[in-house]
């Protein structure tokens, strides 16, 4: 939608720890004077899997470095960060990280995730964002098993000025949805974001209301949900790749919001969720502050990775 201003300074210094972390084991292997063998593939693909790049994209990544120079299209180690970066670059298209919007009517976003991975705050952005670029947000506390999840949503609701739907706590969640949907409607709203509950008694009681809150949608306006996001901590590592799985099996995830990127130094698991889940990250947690979030752009984000 390009209604995020973030430089490419701004989300390379968001990225340091990341950096820091890949250069330097780059470095290590791809040291002045070694000969590309396969003794150093091999360190490298050592090295880029405990970057959190994973398993199944290092190996592609690899296999695609050992072709190119067998090919001669790579001669020395000085041509291996490059040929990196670009082939990362290719994994996302431009169409699939857009936000998705309704034709007519509010668009509506649904935002899953397990609790502590800074969901309602990632939602609290977005909000921010969107409504600072001309738009009627609503939001929605459909986490009603969390007294802290309402509170939560409202007080930044009241701190970025948008409207919220509400029920008490302990209410049915496809209940706020259902009038969170009939108040974006009569307000003409431009746009709905509806937070949701991140853990149940069980796994099965968890993905039945989140399906539950969707159908409810669905329902009350056509074509809704148009994006199902899920917000994933980037701190967790390769422990995201499986909630997006598990996510992913109750819900049609259409793109993921990675949070706390700028705290940690596993920035690399960006690339394997797009190669081993096919599942865009669109948009990137980059701070505290309402508007520190970014769309997720691979050019800025590899040349941030890689220094």
């Known amino acids: 939608m390009g209604i995020f201003s973030k430089t490419a300074g701004y989300i390379r210094d968001r990225l340091g720890k990341t950096r820091d972390k890949i250069s330097s084991s780059l470095s290590a292997v791809l040291s002045i004077g070694r000969r590309i063998d396969d003794g150093l ?6 090295t880029l899997i405990r970057d959190d790049i994973g398993v199944e994209t290092t190996e592609k990544l690899v296999s695609e470095l050992r072709e190119a120079y067998r090919g001669r299209q790579i001669a020395t180690t000085d041509d291996i960060v490059p040929f990196l970066k670009e082939h990362i670059k290719s994994y996302w298209p431009g169409h699939d990280r857009q936000l998705r919007t309704a034709e007519t009517g509010p668009t509506v976003i649904l935002v899953a995730g397990v609790n502590g991975t800074g969901k309602t705050t990632s939602i609290a952005k977005l909000a921010y964002i969107l409504s600072q670029n001309n738009n009627k947000v609503i939001v929605a506390a459909c986490d009603t098993f969390r007294a802290a999840a309402v509170e939560q949503l409202s ?24 009038d969170a949907c009939q108040a974006a409607v009569a307000r003409g709203t431009d746009i709905l974001i509806l937070d949701t509950a991140g853990r149940l008694h069980t796994q099965k009681d968890l993905m039945k209301q989140l399906t539950k809150i ?5 329902r009350q306006i056509p074509g809704a949900p148009n994006e199902v996001l899920l917000v994933l901590d980037a701190t967790t590592g390769q422990n995201a790749i499986s909630q997006a799985k598990m996510f992913t099996e109750a819900i049609d995830v259409t793109g993921i919001i990675l949070a706390k990127l700028d705290g940690t130094a596993r920035g690399g698991i960006v690339i394997a969720i797009k190669d081993q889940l096919d599942i865009p990250v669109k948009f990137v947690g980059l701070g505290e502050k309402p508007e520190d979030i970014a769309e997720f752009d691979p050019d800025k984000f590899v040349e941030a990775l890689f220094g």
């Open 41 to 46: 593939l091999d360190e490298l693909e050592e």
């Open 155 to 178: 007080i930044w609701a009241e701190r970025i000025g948008v409207e919220i739907v509400k029920h008490k706590s302990g209410s049915d969640p496809a209940a706020v949805a259902y």
């Open 214 to 218: 969707r159908d409810v949608v669905t």
